[in-house]
């Protein structure tokens, strides 16, 4: 179940993304300026991870960020899915053992 829904998302032709999708306002200090007084101009999006131990941050176009949501999902669900059926394997693994002792 969970090796098919797996298998199925990284066959469907579906993106993955690591990271994280976050907002950045950005201020010009320019002076008078309302869009500034009010927090700022964007938001801007940045896809942002860690490679290697140092910070990563990727500009996401206007109209991507959706994308770039869903595909960073898709990862989160494809290593939750990794994650358990890594950990069924254990108990299949260590039945296969004990099975082949007696
Ligand atoms: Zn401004």
């Not at 990284?10 to 320019?30: A, D, I, N, S």
């Not at 860690?50 to 989160?76: H, S």
């Not at 994650?83 to 007696?102: C, S, T, V, Y």
Request: charged content about 30%; glycine content about 12%; proline content about 4%.
């Amino acid at each position: 179940m969970k090796k098919s829904a797996a298998l199925k998302m990284m066959g469907g032709g579906e993106m993955f993304l690591f990271g994280t999708v976050c907002p950045l306002r950005q201020k010009y200090h320019k002076a008078g300026c309302k869009v500034c007084e009010r927090g700022g101009h964007g938001p801007y999006w940045y896809l942002t991870w860690k490679e290697g131990g140092k910070p990563r941050a990727l500009y996401i176009r206007p109209g991507y960020a959706g994308k770039a949501r869903a595909a960073v999902r898709n990862m989160r669900r494809l290593r939750k899915y990794m994650l358990e059926m890594g950990l069924d394997n254990i108990k299949k693994f260590k039945k296969q053992m004990e099975a082949r002792k007696r």
